[in-house]
């Protein structure tokens, strides 16, 4: 009898272990799997930096807004008023740059596609390099131009040639801008020049900042240029970002300003792995402006880095 219980006991327990615990040991190992990449994990490098949370402008900015993202994961490291719909300038122009790379990669153009020039890109007032009707440049040399000078010229010139006419230009610079999540935003032409109902938001521009640089890194061949000529020599380049050549692992991106937009910056920089954006809006000076974008970038280098956790199994 003693012998037949133990039987039947065992037999229980081995049914209860095959129905019960063999998806929960299936479970476990397969919820971990090994990959030969490296896994990145921001970190933070100084606990000072929570303090944000009780003092929201603990940088003292003097700028309208700001925001500074990490590049990456797009996690919102520091936020001034980052939701405030305000005039962007030329920082417009990185929407039109993005949708420009997105014709390169899906073959539409080329770098080296030849770009006419009509009346009305030739004659954009503001930031330009004197487009003339007669001649056309190729795209490499626009992009130049756009990344450099910021060239309204060019700009409009683009968007004609790709989409017929800077009216669906827009339509399309809208759509993206609805794709990533830019809800604060509403474009109305491609250059950035004042027009009522164009705004945008600090935040809205580091998601097309953060979509320029980390799906077209061929950009950086462009906003990382100090100085630089068309036309033979004829026509000189000096970029309109000063970080460019002062500040260490700049990146780009692209400034903008106007009487009533005062100074804006989307300013990108990379050092040891660790990717940041600052992005800074209604400046009352340019040199704030640029004060400001470094001050962000310092603060994120300063108390963010990136641990990398490789896998050693081969």
Known sequence: MLKKFFINTISFLLCFCLTFLSPLICFASNDYI?????????????????????????????????VLIEQNSGKVLYDHNMHDQLRPASVTKIMSILLIMEAIDSGK??????????EQAASMGG?????????????????????????NDCTVAM?????????????????????????DTCFKNCHGIDED????????ISLMSRELLTKHPNIT??????????????????????????????????TGSTSLALYNLSASATRDDLSLIA????????????SEAQKLLDYGFVNYSYKKLE???R
């Open 34 to 66: 090994w990959s030969s990449f490296l896994d990145s994990t921001l970190t933070n490098a100084n606990e000072e930096s929570n303090t944000i949370e009780n003092n929201p402008n603990l940088l003292n900015l003097e700028s309208g807004s700001a």
């Open 109 to 118: 153009i080329n770098y080296e596609t030849q770009v006419p020039c009509s």
């Open 127 to 151: 930031s330009q390099i004197w487009l003339d009707t007669k001649e056309t440049l190729s795209v490499d040399e626009m992009l130049k131009a756009i990344c450099v000078v910021s060239a």
């Open 159 to 183: 968007a004609e040639f790709l989409a017929g006419s800077q009216e669906n230009f827009v339509m399309q610079m809208n759509e993206k801008a609805k794709s990533l999540g830019m809800n």
């Open 197 to 204: 109902g164009h705004v945008t938001s600090s935040y809205d």
């Open 221 to 254: 061949k462009y906003t990382t240029i100090y100085m630089d000529s068309l036309r033979g020599g004829k026509s000189q380049l000096v970029n309109t970002n000063k970080l460019i050549r002062t500040y260490k692992g700049i990146t780009g991106l692209k």
């Open 279 to 290: 992005v800074v809006m209604k400046a009352p000076t340019t040199k704030i402006r640029f």
């Open 311 to 313: 896998n050693k199994r």
